[in-house]
């Protein structure tokens, strides 16, 4: 396969490396993810993580190990066991959908190889497409507030709704981002502030519990959020945390938009209660670690509820912005899931 470079995924001498965003922003160490059982690993490590991305390093893996030799047969039962690694992100499911198509023709080895390649110069041309559409709702000297990490880290491109906002500030519609430090993991405090910055965007890192606050000051003009799966009516499923914010968006009456990609639809899911969503382990909560060590600070036998996920239901969403274009409320109360 062709050499292959984006933010956080590189092809060389025919393998696949992983930037290790769990060492972000203190170290950029790339790390192999030359088997099946290691990109499990990183998938569950969130070395690898963002719904786009974990969906472009197992076609690209899967595509690799074809053109290493892998049997058809033994293909396929990677592809389902990578399927397995992380159960709420569809577009994995997505993705490798595809790729199992390419795996059951004659040619196979080059037609996972050209649907692997595909996907990733997809899903940028997806990302620009989401910039450029949601963009256009964002006002002139906005304050937007964003949960977790949603850009290039988390995509092939320039991000989903990252993109947005670093694309409105080009504009000179931005004046300043709000960053949730998004727990357990500090994801929005670790990657969403390294990206900002390396992007020259102004932006303020806050605890997830101080959003309110600057919302009932008038500090926050919209809030901007991914998502890891959409249920056919709507409901959004992201990064825990996302539900609170949209509620206290609409109780303060300001704009609560989910960008992502099409493939992140997923028309089999009736609603938001069908979406599994993923626990993570209680270390993740009792006490932190990273490049710098490891610290517990709750007690040993602490019992604890780690949900990755929460679900945002369709009534508190102001608006889908899909690559495809804007969905609006009211085509989605239509049952029509199109833009307008």
């Known amino acids: ?16 490396w992983i930037l290790d965003q769990q060492a972000l922003p203190q170290q950029k160490n790339w790390l192999p993810a030359h088997s099946v059982a290691a990109l499990v690993d990183h998938i569950h490590a969130l ?4 719904a786009p991305l974990i969906g472009l ?10 053109e290493s030799g892998m049997p058809q047969h033994e293909l396929a039962e990677a592809l389902e066991t990578l399927r397995a690694a992380r ?4 577009n994995l499911m997505n993705n490798l959908d595809r790729m199992k198509q390419a795996l059951a023709q004659a040619q196979f080895v080059t037609a996972l190889s050209c649907e692997a390649l595909r996907l990733v110069e997809e899903d940028k041309k997806l990302c620009d497409s989401i910039a450029t559409a949601g963009s256009a709702l964002v006002t002139p000297g906005s304050q937007i507030l964003t949960h977790c990490n949603t850009g290039g880290l988390a995509t092939a491109g320039v991000g989903t709704a990252l993109g947005v906002i670093a694309h409105a500030y080009r504009q000179g519609k931005v004046k300043n981002v709000w960053v949730d430090e998004t727990r357990p993991l500090l994801q929005g405090g670790r990657l969403t502030a ?6 020259g965007v102004p932006y303020q890192l806050i605890t997830d519990s101080m959003a309110a606050s600057l919302m009932a000051r008038k500090q926050v003009d919209a809030i901007w959020a991914g998502a890891d799966r959409i249920a056919a009516n709507g409901d959004v499923a992201n990064k825990i945390g996302t539900y609170s914010l949209a509620v206290l968006a609409h109780y303060h009456d300001i704009p609560f938009y989910v960008a992502a990609p099409h493939t992140t639809l997923d028309a ?12 993570r382990a209680a270390s993740e909560v009792t006490g932190v670690a990273g490049s710098f060590g490891s610290v517990q600070w709750a007690p040993t036998d602490a019992q604890v509820y780690n949900p990755a996920f929460d679900v945002t239901p369709t009534a508190l969403i102001s608006a889908w912005v899909l690559d495809t274009g804007v969905v ?9 899931f199109q833009p307008r």
Request: some cysteine; hydrophobic content about 40%.
């Open 1 to 16: 396969m062709q050499t292959l470079r984006t933010t956080s995924l590189q092809v060389r001498d025919n393998q696949l």
């Open 47 to 50: 070395r690898v993580r963002g």
């Open 57 to 66: 390093s197992a076609s690209l893996l899967l595509a690799l190990l074809a």
């Open 87 to 90: 159960p709420t992100a569809v």
């Open 194 to 199: 390294w990206e900002l910055g390396e992007l």
């Open 268 to 279: 089999h899911c009736p609603n938001g209660d069908a979406i599994p969503i993923e626990q």
């Open 328 to 336: 609006t409320p009211e085509r989605v109360k239509a049952g029509v």
